[in-house]
């Protein structure tokens, strides 16, 4: 199980650098995103998502995950909580503002490095701090609830044209390696019995991430075969895609982190 969980933190790390790799610091990456952002359709709704993302909503749900962690006296797991949290969000700044860049490519004004999205971070880590203080039968539940919270999150920055499809997948990884980083502090124990409904969640959360992961592959493939004489229906495609590319990010992440939540304890 730490082999397993550093092997992810590791993949996460390599994914991070292939998406800035691909989608920022290359001339043909930045020319689909643009077509991307270019298409964004605004949704009422996404601002306010956006407006209760701050850093008092981190710091209330850290607090939140630390009372149920001590109130099922699960003591290593609320310090796994923090690490988890505290470590995406630091991680994410870090990298946005003092590793990584935007250079700039073709005749395209310049514009700060957006990757990895800061919205996205926080809302899909402290989904995965609730999900790893969650008592096994509430898990699967609260799997669900932080794929919809955070595609939804993602998804708002997208249509607001703050961000773009690869700084929300690239967040999705950060926080994903984060939670496997802190898996992998765990001590091994033997797992219990799954709880009622894991199965059926992981199967729909598996079956949203495909569907909509084949969805954004198609988007991005017509994006990228138009990208120096793009219409406005390319633009529309892009934008869709990029959408979801979030939900699936959003999936299979969560997918992933329930099941190395499964390997920590006992189930309890």
């Known amino acids: 199980m730490r082999v397993r969980a550093l092997a992810i933190a590791a993949a996460c790390g390599v994914a991070v650098w292939g998406l800035w790799r691909t989608f920022v ?10 077509i991307a952002l270019d298409g964004a359709v605004r949704w009422p709704v996404g601002e306010h998502v956006l407006d209760v ?34 470590g995406a969000n630091l991680t994410t700044r870090i990298l946005k503002q003092g590793v990584l860049d935007r250079p700039r490519l073709g005749d ?11 919205h996205t971070t926080a809302a899909a880590s402290v989904c995965a701090a ?21 595609a939804l999150t ?48 992981v ?3 598996v079956t949203v991430g495909v569907t909509t992961g084949a969805a954004a592959a198609g988007a991005l493939g017509i994006v990228w075969s138009v990208r ?3 219409t406005s229906a390319a633009e529309l495609i892009g934008h869709v895609g990029g959408m979801c590319a979030a939900v699936a990010a959003s999936a299979f992440g969560f997918v992933a982190m329930f099941l190395l939540r499964r390997g920590l304890d006992d189930g309890s």
């Open 53 to 86: 993302v701050s850093v008092g909503f981190v710091a209330g749900a850290i607090v939140l995950a630390v009372v149920l962690a001590a109130l099922r006296r699960r003591w290593a797991i609320a310090g796994q909580a923090v690490l988890l949290v505290a």
């Open 25 to 34: 610091a290359s001339w043909p990456g930045q020319q689909v995103e643009r």
């Open 108 to 118: 395209d004004p310049p514009y700060a490095n957006t990757l990895p999205s800061g």
């Open 228 to 230: 120096d004489d793009p």
């Open 154 to 201: 993602g998804g708002s920055t997208l249509a607001g044209q703050w961000h773009r499809p690869s700084d929300v997948v690239a967040a999705l990884m950060v926080v994903l390696g984060w939670a496997a980083l802190a898996g992998a502090l765990h001590p091994q124990e033997e797992p219990g019995p799954a709880p009622r409904g894991t199965r059926t969640a």
């Open 203 to 205: 199967w729909a959360l």
């Open 130 to 150: 609730l999900l790893l203080v969650a008592p096994a039968r509430a898990r699967p539940a609260v799997a669900v609830v932080g794929v919809f919270w955070t």
